[in-house]
């Protein structure tokens, strides 16, 4: 039975594709992206969330918490007396999710919805989310993979049968600031993209803006030229940058990149979608 590295399972999702979800948040990821908000989902393994504003420094744990990378032991987190030790992380076999999607199969069918596997990023375990998705096609569970792109070109066209939209994101059009905001440039990404569609994948571009650093004219102008060029590409959706990512990284004892403070105001955002829209004719939403 294969099991995969999980961050959470998120019941009745409304976000990440058609209808009501079951999104599968797996761990991993090859990215780092300067302002990802889950940066707990970057490391495949385990990982001690630790919460000082509870802790009593008693010191039952043996300060663990101390510790860059410290093994994770359930007993650590249970014997604290202040529950101020969280494991981020835990593995579930891909019949346990298709269990748990088949109780919600109802609400699926009613609302065009199904199963999304997020990340992370899914081509990091994609031996596991292949068995995922062809055990959902079996039982009759439409899905969505929200990918970065980044990897093996082969296992994702092995995907594409049992796939119903490829939330792709699109960080970034210059690659060497591509480099610079994620840590890797974006032609591996660029030509996966261009693979998907190529093979007639139904593609939705999801496109991270953040201000001052990528939500700049040139790649606003890029979004629009990406979509117009890629046939399968059949909407453009913005995500605009949240500022939620400090307690994470606080309890992850990281620290957290420099970025604003702030959401974007809405005017702003409707400001982007229209700069893209400008150059495209394809939708621009605002999720
Ligand atoms: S056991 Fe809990 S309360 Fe005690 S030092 Fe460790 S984290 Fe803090």
């Known amino acids: 039975m294969m ?33 990802c908000h889950t940066p707990e989902s970057q490391h495949p393994e385990p990982e001690l969330l630790y919460q000082q504003e509870k802790c009593l420094h008693c010191g039952v ?59 992370g990023e899914p081509l990091f375990q994609k031996e596991f989310c292949f068995s995922l998705l062809r055990l959902a096609a079996e039982r009759g569970i439409r899905c969505c993979v929200e990918t970065s792109g980044f990897g093996d070109p082969d296992a994702l066209k092995s995907w594409i049968p049992y796939v119903e939209w490829f939330l792709f994101d699109w960080k970034e059009t ?11 440039d974006n032609r591996l990404i660029l030509r996966n993209l261009n693979l998907l569609n190529r093979e007639g994948a ?8 953040i201000p001052g650093v990528n939500a700049r004219p040139d790649h606003l102008k890029g979004i629009a030229r990406l979509a117009e060029q890629l046939d399968h590409v059949k909407e453009i959706h913005i995500e605009p940058y949240h500022p939620l990512a ?8 990281r620290e957290m990149p420099s970025l ?17 829209a400008e150059f495209t ?5 605002i999720p």
């Open 174 to 184: 210059d690659p060497e600031l591509h480099r610079r905001f994620t840590g890797e």
């Open 246 to 253: 400090a307690g994470h990284y606080r309890q992850l004892r």
């Open 61 to 119: 744990c043996g300060n663990i918490f101390e510790k860059t990378v410290p093994p994770v032991s359930q007993t650590d987190v249970e014997n604290c007396p202040a529950g101020a030790l969280k494991i981020a992380g835990f593995r579930m076999s891909a019949e346990t999710i298709i269990a748990e999607a088949e109780k919600e199969q109802i609400f699926f069918d009613e609302s065009g919805g199904g199963l999304t596997i997020s990340g």
């Open 3 to 35: 099991e995969g590295n999980l961050l959470k399972l998120e019941h009745f999702a409304s976000h990440d594709g058609p209808g009501i979800r079951l999104v599968v948040f797996l761990k991993g990821c090859p990215l780092r992206c300067r302002w």
């Open 260 to 276: 604003p403070k702030e959401f974007p105001p809405p005017a702003v955002v409707e400001a982007w979608r229209r700069q893209i």
């Open 202 to 209: 139904s593609i939705i571009l999801r496109c991270p803006l």
């Open 281 to 285: 004719a394809k939708p621009v939403i």
